[in-house]
């Protein structure tokens, strides 16, 4: 039975990659798609996947990875989830303490200077050696992509992130006071509580979302199968709002109106300078379509097309680790849930351009490059790992068959 209420409750987490549903509600791009929209900024991550399976969320800025877990009873009920558009490529960062920056530097000067995880292996090993406890580090939540890029690039640093350091789970803005007091060594966050750490004078970025995987995907707006089985038209007015505002955030002159925005005590209650650190950049970061490249990508590049090729990479890592039974189908649940088609839909409609593709290759191209698609060419950014490998969708049976759970071999094959 379709429902036609147009009053939705959206949750959100405050971090810079939920600016999407704050440009939508505050420019009125929701109300000019006929929707009613009040925001809610919910505590944590657990908070919002309950409040949204149970029905008190209509939709929300969410963990890409989060609704694939949902779906599959990995996290909180057994609830099939819905994807119809990624919220944004980039973010996040590892932060660590000033005195693990100097214990890095110390251990490996040239890989602590390059980013590189094997001054985390040098510092293990030093403590090990020493009778010290191992660092302990935080991310968002069990189920998410910093989770994934943690254990990505310590991997690809020597380092077992099962067995070589701790870690724990802290909300995102709680993590620089953990830092502060001690409580942890180092945290993987999204935007802007990286940049408060470094402004504070409490951390130090050990390497950035970026460097980890160029153009990662970091969040999605997800709602529950249900949901939008009952309500086609909201939901596909909810997503053209969206695509909207990702589109307007994604033009420089635009970035400081939307740091003012978040920087809000409502929103993410945050210094506006350290908001702009990643939306606007720092004197020489790296831009590239003059935003910088270490920052949120809301719209360029197909951010907002939910690749399903993201979808198998994030499960691709959970059975890495152990976390998946062999059972399940990778691609069937990429598909069932990631939807590139709504998205490919909504963006033709609006005049944007946006891949026929709902799958590619990560892991090959170093620079931007033009997707010759039968849409037309589309402009894609990076997608280079921090090691060098490839993901392919295609031979991930293969790459898998091999694999040890809990080792730091990667599910790739190594570029040639």
Known sequence: MTDHRTDLTLGFVPLADCAPLIVAERKGFFREEGLSVRLSRESSWASLRDKLVCGLLDGAHMLAPLPLAITLGLSGPKTPMLVGLSLN????????????????????????????????????????????????????????????????????????????????????????????????????????????????????????????WNNAPEKVFAVTRAWAEARPDAHRALLRALIRAAAWLDRPQYRPEAVAMLAAPEVLNAPAASIAASLVGRPGDLLVDGLPARGPVYHRRAAGLPWRSHAA?????????????????????????????????????LGYPAPAADSKTEGLRDAPWVLADPAGGVALGADRFCDGRIFDPATLDTDLAGLIAGGTATVATQRG
């Not at 030093?126 to 992509?145: D, E, M, T, Y």
């Open 89 to 212: 490529l980039n973010g996040n960062a590892v932060t660590v303490s000033n005195a693990l920056a100097a214990e890095m530097a110390a251990a490996d000067p040239e890989g602590a200077a390059a980013g590189s995880a094997t001054a985390i292996a040098a510092v293990v090993a030093a403590r090990r050696q020493a009778g010290s406890p191992p660092p302990v580090f935080a991310i968002v939540f069990p189920v998410s992509s910093h989770h994934d890029q943690l254990r990505y690039w310590l991997a690809a640093g020597g380092v077992d992130p099962q067995r070589d350091i701790r870690i724990v789970v802290v909300p995102p803005p709680q993590m620089v006071a953990h830092l502060s007091a001690g409580r942890v060594d180092g945290f993987c966050v999204g935007a802007p509580w990286g940049d408060v750490a470094v402004d504070q004078g409490v951390g130090v970025t050990a390497t950035t979302g970026w460097q980890i």
């Open 313 to 349: 990479w994030f499960l691709a890592q959970l059975r890495r680790w152990g976390e998946l039974p062999d059972t399940v189908d990778i691609a069937a649940t990429a598909t069932a849930v990631y939807r590139p088609d709504l998205y490919r839909e909504i963006a033709w409609d």
